[in-house]
């Protein structure tokens, strides 16, 4: 089950065959610069054929067969601009001749945007299907000449990694198989993973115990590592909430309907630490989940209960929805112990960052500015915007509590401020640190991004790491 999930089959081929069909990319400049008196600029003045970003144009010879596909690009390439060229040859080719068939690019694009180019193909090709019995053919391209395959295969194994995760159900996603798909991560890249659960648990991690253990389904600490004990340490944290109920703070059902997406944190952040160990970036690369589930039963926390803290810090629970800022908290703190180069976390945290940036822009924190501002650039440049929202002090005081050190709510509106500056409490002030709301949920869906769980960041946190640690 887990296996697959992590299994990313690609629609990349590395011979084309007699009856490969050639994708000519034109941008609308390009397409003006066709030579006149051809098959191709006959079809284009008839069909009226403008090169909008996605579109296609098939060719035939005179005895009906498509020997050419014309196809629209953006200047500079869309990442789904592929992504809607392969779907529409899907569409327009019957399963059977698409299986028999390899398309091969023509275009002059080279370097990054051959590569935004061949990952918009492959992504076309992404379904969540292992619960129906009918199978897609997605449309097989051949490897471009000087395209870097490896880093293309990085990107796109990690995104459905990353989107797997979050689609399988609850009922098959929880807390074990989560920490499943992080050991057989730690497998293929033979990096060491450590589980904290049970006892050292609830003495260690006092608030992930607390808001997990309303679950048969056992709370627990993922710890993986990987790389060279001498390069630059960078630490992921993801929120591992495998559901979120809401706990007795119980959610109406259309808010708990997407719930199995609680997780979306630690799918990113696996997916990035997939990406990152096949690129072999010069990092000692730590991972944390505090993979829970945020139940209902007698051994639910309560609202306005009081429990400890890694830190040390007392909290009272005044929401139990506001569950995974207390389990962030206690494995920010483990990360900071160690004087991390970077510790940067990723969470399905709050609604007030839909509400503030909508569900395509996850809101980004830093204790930094410049990180922020330097990764939200990196973000714009990749198509993958994130944009930073201010860790403003001035509402800091909205979480105080009476009998506690710190609450877990705050009063305003500014629920994505406050969940942030609760997660501050429990950084250490000189740990760079960046902390990502995200949705890590299509809402309507486009080639190469189906409805359902969805890459929101992914692609501009490799990036930004790359960016960081190669130069
Ligand atoms: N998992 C939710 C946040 C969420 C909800 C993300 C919907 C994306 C879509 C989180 O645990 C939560 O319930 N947060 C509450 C906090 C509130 C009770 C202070 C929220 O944001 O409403
Ligand atoms: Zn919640
Ligand atoms: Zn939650």
Same mark, same amino acid.
């Given at each position: 089950m887990?296996?697959?999930?992590?299994?990313?089959?690609?629609?990349?081929?590395?011979?084309?065959?007699?009856?490969?069909?050639?994708?000519?990319?034109?941008?609308?400049?390009a397409?003006?610069?066709?030579?006149?008196?051809?098959?191709e600029?006959a079809?284009?003045?008839?069909?009226g054929?403008?090169?909008?970003?996605?579109?296609?144009?098939?060719?035939y010879n005179?005895?009906?067969?498509?020997?050419?596909?014309?196809?629209?690009i953006?200047?500079?390439i869309?990442?789904?601009?592929?992504?809607?060229?392969?779907?529409a040859i899907?569409?327009?080719?019957?399963?059977?001749?698409?299986?028999?068939?390899?398309?091969?690019?023509?275009?002059?694009?080279?370097?990054?945007?051959?590569?935004?180019?061949?990952?918009?193909?492959?992504?076309?090709?992404?379904r969540?299907?292992?619960?129906?019995?009918?199978?897609?053919?997605?449309?097989?391209?051949?490897?471009?000449?000087?395209?870097?395959?490896?880093?293309?295969?990085?990107?796109?194994?990690?995104?459905?990694?990353?989107?797997?995760?979050?689609?399988t159900?609850?009922n098959?996603?929880?807390?074990?198989?989560?920490?499943?798909?992080?050991?057989?991560?730690?497998?293929?890249?033979?990096?060491?993973?450590?589980?904290?659960?049970?006892?050292?648990?609830?003495?260690?991690?006092?608030?992930?115990?607390?808001?997990?253990?309303?679950?048969?389904r056992?709370?627990?600490?993922?710890?993986?590592?990987?790389?060279?004990?001498?390069?630059?340490?960078?630490?992921?944290?993801?929120?591992?909430?495998?559901?979120?109920?809401?706990?007795?703070?119980?959610? #109406?059902?259309? +808010?708990?309907?997407?719930? $199995?997406?609680?997780?979306g944190g &630690? @799918?990113? !952040? =696996? *997916? %990035?630490?997939?990406?990152?160990?096949?690129?072999?970036?010069?990092?000692?690369?730590?991972?944390?989940?505090?993979?829970?589930?945020?139940s209902?039963?007698?051994?639910?926390?309560?609202?306005r209960?009081?429990?400890?803290?890694?830190?040390?810090?007392?909290?009272e629970?005044?929401?139990?929805?506001?569950e995974?800022?207390?389990?962030?908290?206690?494995?920010?703190?483990?990360?900071?112990?160690?004087k991390?180069?970077?510790?940067?976390?990723?969470?399905?945290?709050?609604?007030?960052?839909?509400a503030?940036?909508?569900?395509?822009? #996850?809101a980004? +924190?830093?204790?930094?500015? $410049?990180?922020a501002?330097?990764? &939200? @650039?990196? !973000? =714009? *440049? %990749?198509?993958?915007?994130?944009?930073?929202?201010?860790?403003?002090?001035?509402?800091?005081?909205?979480?105080?509590?009476?009998?506690?050190?710190?609450?877990?709510i705050?009063?305003?509106?500014?629920?994505?401020?406050?969940?942030?500056?609760?997660?501050?409490h429990?950084?250490?002030?000189?740990?760079?640190?960046?902390?990502?709301?995200?949705y890590?949920?299509?809402?309507t869906?486009?080639?190469?991004?189906?409805?359902?769980?969805?890459?929101?960041?992914?692609?501009?946190?490799?990036?930004?790491l790359?960016?960081?640690?190669?130069?």
């Open positions: 887990i296996e697959k999930l992590l299994t990313a089959p690609h629609p990349f081929a590395n011979t084309a065959g007699k009856d490969a069909v050639p994708v000519l990319l034109l941008d609308s400049k397409l003006k610069a066709q030579k006149t008196g051809t098959m600029t079809r284009i003045k008839d069909t054929f403008t090169a909008r970003p996605g579109t296609i144009l098939p060719i005179n005895r009906g067969h498509i020997v050419k596909i014309l196809a629209g953006a200047s500079p869309g990442i789904y601009d592929l992504a809607s060229v392969a779907d899907t569409r327009a080719i019957a399963p059977a001749n698409l299986k028999a068939r390899v398309f091969t690019l023509e275009t002059e694009l080279k370097g990054d945007a051959l590569e935004t180019a061949c990952l918009g193909w492959a992504l076309a090709s992404y969540y299907d292992f619960y129906k019995k009918d199978a897609a053919t997605p449309a097989r391209l051949l490897w471009p000449k000087g395209v870097d395959k490896k880093r293309v295969l990085a990107m796109f194994e990690g995104i459905v990694a990353l989107r797997n995760l979050v689609n159900p609850a098959d996603m929880g807390p074990d198989e989560l920490e499943d798909a992080a050991r057989l991560l730690a497998k293929r890249f033979e990096a060491k993973i450590a589980v904290v659960k049970g006892k050292p648990l609830e003495s260690g991690f006092p608030l992930i115990h607390a808001v997990g253990i309303s679950s048969p056992a709370p627990r600490l993922i710890d993986l590592q990987w790389g060279n004990a001498k390069h630059p340490k960078l630490t992921l944290v993801g929120k591992g909430v495998c559901f979120d109920t809401g706990g007795l703070n119980l959610k #109406p059902g259309a +808010f708990m309907l997407q719930m $199995k997406k609680d997780m &630690s @799918a990113h !952040a =696996l *997916g %990035v630490a997939l990406a990152i160990m096949a690129l072999k970036l010069p990092v000692r690369l730590r991972v944390l989940i505090p993979a829970v589930e945020n209902v039963s007698g051994t639910s926390f309560r609202p209960d009081v429990y400890n803290s890694r830190k040390g810090l007392t909290v629970t005044s929401d139990t929805d506001a995974g800022r207390l389990v962030l908290a206690d494995a920010l703190t483990l990360a900071c112990e160690e991390p180069d970077l510790v940067l976390d990723c969470a399905t945290l709050t609604g007030s960052a839909r503030a940036l909508g569900y395509d822009i #996850p980004v +924190f830093s204790n930094n500015e $410049k990180l501002q330097d990764l &939200s @650039a990196t !973000a =714009l *440049g %990749v198509q993958d915007p994130l944009w930073p929202l201010p860790l403003w002090q001035g509402y800091k005081k909205e979480l105080a509590s009476d009998i506690a050190d710190l609450n877990n705050g009063t305003s509106p500014a629920g994505a401020i406050t969940a942030a500056l609760f997660l501050e429990f950084i250490e002030p000189s740990t760079p640190w960046v902390h990502i709301d995200m890590a949920w299509e809402q869906g486009k080639p190469g991004r189906p409805r359902g769980g969805a890459d929101t960041g992914m692609r501009a946190v490799v990036k930004f790359e960016d960081r640690y190669l130069k």
